[in-house]
């Protein structure tokens, strides 16, 4: 779309589209946002046309739950003829998010509150499939989930996808795919909800882990053989979740269905009854060999209240939303949203929480700890940083909030850059912004610039993870056969040109810390941790037993720092 479209929305009216209301291109068309709807603009509306879509549109629009994102009506042009359709717009985190223990661990997401959010997806199947409506492609990008803390819900889109009546859908990423199928039906619906419910509880898609036999990436072949993580051998890294604690007749259920390849409608995860539990044994991948060269230093450990997140600065986050500054030891304040961001500034801290769209700003003053409330009137979308730069993610794009001091802290609103908020995600110091399908990077770097660079090797992948460093990018994005790929981009001083690295990626989990000198360190499997420069590609690779992929890495300054198990430890070469 070049420039505005005027269209009428069906029992609402006109509205004009803006580029600025933009928020996704696909391989149908194109997602827009106008106040609490999202519209939906065909490539071919003629196409869409003949092909009844309009129908469609009207017959699904009687679907009606709420955990279903049902097209609401058509959108037209001014003379009537279909050109899409329209729905309320859904706020959530896409499911691929909820898979990972990052955010286990940073919201607070349990065992508890996963059999809640599946139960709910299984309500969504089963009032689809009383509608005679087959969703065949219920992927994890078409899959939301609200959560703040308490019960979480589900969303599903892209129902306008769904097999129901005379249309019938071809498209299924393989990833969810039931191979012993060739047609799409309850059963190969199930299979799938099978596949991205597995992930909720574990982390891992059924057929991942090594296997002998099979090559690491050669998931459909897993899949047509029914060559589980189940199977005896399937070695798994530590970061992959406890399956002890899926409740056990569903538990039993997804062996049957993943290894048995049997088909049958799946149990709630609260049904009860006595239920032998699996006797699958999962063998851990556990290198014994130490390499004596790696120090590991405990930081921080508080019975009963974990370490849950860490900031660029020092200071962590517990559980309870205490604040404490690792230097000292000493709780410097506290937060009550998970949203929030911790600077370092001239004198002390500023932290920033958001409730809502609402911005709340502190100054804690190095040393008496005085707390200050700052008074700045800015609502917001979300909060970045970028190691001591915060911003706030606003309807006119990133702004830089800045502290000065006259006697007393005072918050002000530095530079603007602009961006396309509604198509634009943000990850650790980083955005993904999609300006009509081409793809940009918006990264803050030296002390006052961002750079938005066009990256044509992320065209056509879902990014669902991110962190950026000094001259450094790692994405990890979904492909169109449910394939993650990991997507590493250098850049040069003034970020002008760059350089990619790709390759596969296990999952969503991107664990990562990026140090201000230019040193990376990550750890893809157990046992071994990997250090790197990505400006000169320079690579160590040690082997250590006490390395383990249940060690969320991140950084304090240019340290390298963990959270393992509640705790905060310190990383570093002898």
Not at 323 to 334: A, D
Not at 421 to 443: E, H
Not at 543 to 555: A, P, Y
Request: net charge positive; hydrophobic share 40%.
């Amino acid at each position: 779309m070049k420039g505005n479209l005027q269209v009428v929305l069906e029992g609402k009216g006109p509205v004009t589209l803006h580029q600025s209301d933009h928020v996704a291109t696909g391989g149908e068309g194109s997602i827009y946002k106008i106040s609490d709807l999202v519209v939906k603009i065909y490539h071919q509306p003629e196409i869409a046309r003949q092909r009844g879509m309009p129908e469609k549109i009207n017959l699904l629009s009687k679907i009606r739950h709420p955990y279903i994102g049902s097209p609401i009506g058509l959108a037209t042009m001014a003379n009537g003829d279909p050109v899409g359709h329209y729905l309320s717009y859904i706020d959530g985190h896409p499911l691929s998010r909820v898979f990972t223990n990052e955010f286990w661990q940073r919201e607070g997401f349990d065992n508890k509150h996963a059999s809640t959010i599946i139960d709910r997806m299984r309500e969504v199947v089963l009032y689809a499939h009383q509608h005679k409506a087959v969703l065949v492609d219920a992927n994890e990008l078409n899959w939301f989930a609200l959560f703040s803390g308490r019960n979480p819900e589900p969303r599903i889109i892209d129902v306008d996808s769904w097999a129901i009546g005379r249309w019938p859908a071809t498209v299924i990423m393989p990833s969810i795919r039931d191979w012993h199928s060739k047609i799409f039906d309850e059963k190969s619906d199930w299979f799938a909800w099978a596949i991205v419910t597995f992930q909720i509880y574990t982390g891992i898609h059924p057929y991942k882990g090594t296997l002998d036999g099979f090559d690491r990436g050669d998931l459909v072949g897993r899949m047509k053989a029914n060559a589980s993580i189940f199977t005896p051998g399937v070695r798994l890294n530590r970061a992959v979740r406890d399956f002890g604690k899926i409740p056990a007749p569903l538990l039993n259920w997804y062996e049957s269905t993943f290894h048995k390849g049997e088909r049958a409608n799946p149990p709630s995860p609260f049904d009860t009854g006595i239920v032998t539990p699996t006797a699958a044994l999962v063998t851990r991948v556990v290198t014994t060999a130490k390499s004596g060269v790696l120090v590991f230093d405990k930081l921080l450990g508080v019975v009963g209240d974990p370490v849950v997140q860490t900031f660029h600065c020092g200071v962590v986050r517990l559980s309870s939303g205490k604040l404490i500054y690792l230097g000292t030891k000493r709780q410097i304040g506290e937060t009550r949203s998970n949203n929030c961001e911790v600077v370092k500034t001239d004198g002390g801290w500023l932290i920033a929480e958001m409730t809502k769209q609402e911005i709340n700003l502190k100054f804690v003053e190095d040393g008496s700890l005085k707390l200050e409330m700052l008074s700045l009137k800015i609502n917001g979308h979300n909060l970045i940083s970028y190691e001591n730069r915060l911003f706030v993610v606003t309807d006119n794009g990133l702004t830089e909030i800045k502290i000065h001091f006259f006697g007393k802290p005072i918050a002000s609103i530095g530079q603007t850059w602009g961006v396309m908020v509604n198509s634009t995600k943000w990850f650790q110091g980083v955005g993904v912004m999609d300006a009509m399908g081409a793809k940009y990077l918006v990264v803050p770097f030296a002390e006052q610039s961002v750079a938005q660079e066009r990256i044509r090797e992320i065209d056509g992948l879902q990014i669902v993870a991110g962190r950026a460093g000094n001259r450094f990018v790692s994405l990890i994005g979904l492909d169109k056969t449910g394939t993650y790929r990991k997507i590493e981009i250098t850049f040069d001083r003034g970020y002008k040109s760059y350089k990619v690295w790709k390759g596969d990626a296990d999952g969503p989990e991107l664990n990562l810390s990026i140090l201000p000198k230019g040193v990376c360190a990550t750890i893809v499997g157990d046992g071994e941790l990997n250090i790197f420069v990505p400006t000169n590609g320079q690579v160590t690779k040690i082997n250590d037993g006490q390395i383990t992929t249940n060690m969320f890495l991140g950084n304090w300054g240019d340290k390298v720092i963990y959270i393992q198990n509640g705790e905060v430890w310190a990383l570093q070469m002898k």
